[in-house]
Nanobody
Framework: VTLVESGGGQVQAGESLRLSCTASMSVFGISPMSWYRQAPGNQREWLATISRLGATNVADFVKGRFFISKNRARNVAYLQMNNLQPEDTAVYYC?????WGQGTQVTVSA
């Protein structure tokens, strides 16, 4: 399977973005899927996971602003990000097992 992220871009503080992770095959009913991000000079950090049955878990530091979901029929998972702040600037990755996407850049200006 391959994963391809999209939906990144440059926004101002307070705005929203929805990232998509499209899988090359129908896997979202088989394995959990997660979102991570990595800012320059920082380690990659976990943001959220959605289980194969749809249960979600979100990191405390983005809880209430970031939401994970998926559409199994379309082989797509999403990360809805609201009230973005400059500290959210990073490359965002989706992950399933040992497979990573190439990442999508999110830049938030003050």
């Amino acid at each position: 399977v391959t994963l391809v992220e999209s939906g990144g871009g440059q926004v101002q503080a307070g705005e929203s973005l929805r990232l998509s992770c499209t899988a090359s095959m129908s896997v979202f009913g088989i394995s959990p899927m997660s979102w991570y991000r990595q800012a320059p000079g920082n380690q990659r950090e976990w943001l959220a996971t959605i289980s194969r049955l749809g249960a979600t878990n979100v990191a405390d530091f983005v809880k209430g602003r970031f939401f994970i979901s998926k559409n199994r029929a379309r082989n797509v998972a999403y990360l809805q990000m609201n009230n973005l702040q400059p500290e959210d600037t990073a490359v965002y990755y989706c992950n399933m097992s040992s497979t990573w996407g190439q990442g999508t850049q999110v830049t938030v200006s003050a």
